[in-house]
């Protein structure tokens, strides 16, 4: 009877172990869908599509103005197939700004909590709840960040822990700087709250910066994309309008013109586009 009643505890005690390590890695597993890398984006089979197709038909409509050759015009659009790429990782750098602007507001509702005497920990809750307010949409990806560090945090993991993981995700580098001396001033010792305060303050000043740098090249960019597709246009008019005139650039020779005008468009485009590439 006795030995029944060990065999009975211990497959109890069995059956909870493993009940706990099957709610555990369940818990690793939902830990892991939210904590996203923001260096990576997935693309929806909608997005695949469109942005492939439009890929195709934009390099397949330049080398028809520029050609008219079936041959180079398919070959054209097979390489714009892989504008997908460049769809995401325009998709990538969009996400990455969207969360430096919010981190910016994170920054601001830390700073003013820590200099109302609230602790870190306190100021993080309260930050959450500030940008609750500001960002209602529970989609926001700061407020998701901050509401998985504050239940992190209620669990026994550290601040500093929490922050490195975001800035190892997060791969902003306002984000790695305001880790890493966080990091640095819990282990050397000094007044957290001042420095924490500084630095919160410094990141903002650049951000700002850089939010002013993007509006006043938003016209630019503009421009820039206007006069790289007006030699397009212009060909394709007189290609319509005065065939005749157009038509020596088509056969013989003109391609070759035709390719090298086609690169110089192409390497002037590439030159704007790293010029208005400024980084604070």
Do not use: W
């Given at each position: 009877m006795l030995r029944n009643m060990r065999t009975l505890e211990s497959s109890k005690s069995f059956v909870w172990w493993g009940k706990r390590q099957a709610s555990e890695i369940i818990r690793g597993k939902e830990?892991?869908?939210?904590l996203p890398d923001y260096d990576t984006y997935l693309l929806s089979w909608r997005e695949f599509v469109f942005s492939s197709l439009w890929g195709a038909v934009v390099m397949g409509?330049?080398?028809?103005?520029?050609?008219?050759?079936?041959?180079?015009?398919?070959?054209f659009a097979l390489a714009g197939l892989s504008y997908s790429r460049q769809f995401r990782k325009g998709q990538i750098r969009k996400q990455k700004t969207?969360?430096?602007?919010?981190?910016?507001?994170?920054?601001?509702?830390?700073?003013?909590?820590?200099?109302?005497?609230?602790?870190?920990e306190s100021a993080l809750q309260e930050a959450l709840s500030d940008l609750q307010v500001l960002y209602p949409d529970s989609g926001a990806m700061i407020v998701t960040e901050?509401?998985?560090?504050?239940?992190?945090?209620?669990?026994?993991?550290?601040?500093?822990?929490?922050?490195?993981?975001?800035?190892?995700?997060?791969?902003?580098?306002?984000?790695?700087?305001?880790?890493?001396?966080?990091?640095?001033?819990?282990?050397?010792?000094?007044?957290l709250v001042q420095v924490i305060r500084r630095t919160a303050t410094i990141l903002q000043d650049k951000l700002e910066i850089e939010q002013d740098i993007q509006v006043l090249l938003a016209q630019k960019r503009f421009e820039a994309r206007v006069l790289s597709a007006a030699p397009i246009v212009i060909i394709a008019l007189l290609a319509w309008s005065t065939p005749e005139y157009m038509e020596p650039l088509y056969h013989g020779g003109g391609l070759l013109i035709m390719g090298v005008a086609l690169v110089v468009l192409f390497g002037c485009y590439l030159l704007t586009q790293k010029i208005m590439n400024i980084k604070v």
């Open positions: 830990s892991r869908k939210q409509g330049i080398a028809y103005v520029f050609f008219k050759q079936p041959a180079i015009c398919m070959i969207q969360l430096k602007l919010q981190f910016k507001q994170m920054l601001a509702a830390l700073s003013s909590a820590l200099g109302a005497g609230r602790s870190v901050l509401g998985l560090m504050v239940r992190r945090i209620e669990n026994g993991e550290t601040v500093e822990a929490c922050l490195m993981g975001l800035s190892r995700r997060a791969h902003i580098e306002e984000i790695d700087q305001f880790a890493e001396v966080f990091v640095t001033c819990k282990r050397l010792g000094g007044s």
